[in-house]
């Protein structure tokens, strides 16, 4: 699964990785490594108890890596032998806080965290603030109602692309407007990469390149860090050294603030925030006949996304329907696009039908996405259908947008549709 990781958070971070257009409401940030606001005391107060300790992982691909995430681990289990800290892992590569908000519950929460990670900075960097600070502050009142003891710390990455702002002293777009809802709630925040950019700058860090396979190389290198291939997935056993370095670092100032005791939600900062943010099995849904609910134990794909996707339904027939009337603004499906998936058609509220491939470039192996149906909408009641369609899209064109062709055209030659959950700001009306 690593893989679709990395190429789908290439993309995203390609889109939008520079945060230079500055958005007046949210100016970016002077960087700092870490502000260590209220601190985590309910959790640094358990590791401190011993016993049983959970840290929740929340983010993307370089969150999925077997890098910055077990190495923490691995330093707070060190660092307090006494408790035996547990991880959640609940990264999904190519995936931002517009998901994250939906699945926080299912993936972290019903685990109890006593400890929140959230990284989101990279695959939100092409995401308006303003969406941002919704679909953030999101993830926090829900943690916050869940469990009241639970603390949260958000973590900021980086790509190639935002180290002309982190070098110029300012955090890129992405960041600054998480450390608007940090600063509301008293979240303490790290930036793992201001020191990678730092030293990139100076020149002691290679950010982007091979690994040496020769004498030369490696001579070359003598005395830096390589950091990454991609300019965007660190290197486990350098790159994400420094972003453990940088959480290391952090700890001491963060364990030093706060005091324990119940997070209290208090106003909000937007009032159009996504703590609404549900996600409905689709069956709750009106579904046609030839839609039918995969078993994980016999079916490849569905056993491959169980932990992510507990249920799964498939239709490869044109003209099978999803139909629903909900109460509320934002619509999507939460569905899995790959080799032998087709498109469908798109109605809201009986306007005209806009056709949505459930096929990308990166479909040469099957991943978790988003079919977004509807969003910006009043909030009243909307219906809204999708159909398969008969028509393929053209796979061939599509892939060869980086430079990719079918292995077997066998395995792309269907209209298949993988679909787990529908994601609501509202509520389903039956």
């Not at 890098?67 to 959640?88: C, D, H, N, S, Y």
């Not at 982190?166 to 201001?194: C, F, N, T, W």
Request: hydrophobic share 40%; with cysteine.
């Amino acid at each position: 699964m690593l893989k679709w990781c990395l190429i789908a958070t290439v993309c995203l971070a390609a889109a939008g990785a520079s945060g230079a257009e500055e958005d007046g409401a949210y100016p970016l940030r002077d960087a700092v490594e870490c502000t260590p606001r209220g601190g985590l005391p309910n959790f640094f107060g358990k590791l401190a108890s011993g016993g049983a300790v959970r840290i929740g992982y929340l983010g993307g691909s370089i969150t999925a890596q077997e890098g910055w995430r077990p190495k923490t681990l691995a330093w707070f289990q060190e660092r307090f032998p006494e408790a035996q800290v547990e991880q959640i892992n609940a990264a999904i590569g190519g995936t931002g806080s517009a998901l994250g908000v939906f699945r926080v519950e299912q993936d972290v929460l019903q685990h109890k965290p006593d400890l929140l990670f959230v990284e989101f900075a990279v695959n939100d960097s092409g995401v308006s603030p303003e969406r941002i600070c919704r679909t953030m502050e999101g993830i926090v009142r829900k943690t916050f109602r869940a469990d009241a003891s639970t603390d949260i710390c958000f973590v900021y990455t980086l790509t190639e692309g935002m180290l002309g702002d982190l070098q110029g002293g300012k955090y890129p777009r992405a960041a600054s407007a998480m450390e608007a809802v940090a600063d509301h709630y008293g979240i303490p925040s790290i930036h793992m990469g201001l020191e990678v950019a730092r030293r990139a700058k100076e020149g002691t860090v290679v950010f982007k390149g091979p690994r040496p396979q020769t004498d030369e190389d490696k001579a070359a290198l003598e005395g830096k860090v390589l950091f990454s291939e991609d300019g965007v997935h660190p290197y486990t056993d350098s790159g994400h050294i420094l972003y453990l370095e940088a959480v290391a670092r952090s700890m001491d100032a963060i364990q030093a603030a706060g005091k324990p005791g119940p997070h209290e939600l208090g106003a909000t900062l937007a009032a159009d925030n996504w703590e609404s943010a549900t996600m409905v099995p689709l069956n709750r849904a009106a579904l046609s006949a030839g839609w039918k609910e995969l078993n994980p134990d016999e079916n490849g794909i569905a056993g491959r996304f169980r932990g992510r996707m507990p249920r799964m339904w498939h239709s490869n027939t044109p003209g099978d329907t999803i139909s629903f009337r909900f109460e509320g603004t934002y619509a999507a499906i939460y569905d899995v696009i790959g080799p032998d998936c087709g498109q469908v058609a798109v109605s809201v509220d009986g306007a005209a039908s806009v056709v949505r491939a459930r096929f990308d470039k990166y479909c040469t192996y099957h991943r978790l996405a988003t079919l977004g149906l509807a969003s910006g909408l009043p909030d009243a009641a909307h219906t809204v259908s999708v159909t398969i369609q008969p028509e393929q899209p053209d796979k061939v064109a599509i892939l060869s947008e980086r430079d990719s062709t079918m292995d077997d055209p066998a395995r792309y030659d269907d209209t298949a549709v993988y679909a787990g959950s529908i994601l609501l700001l509202g509520e389903l009306v039956e």
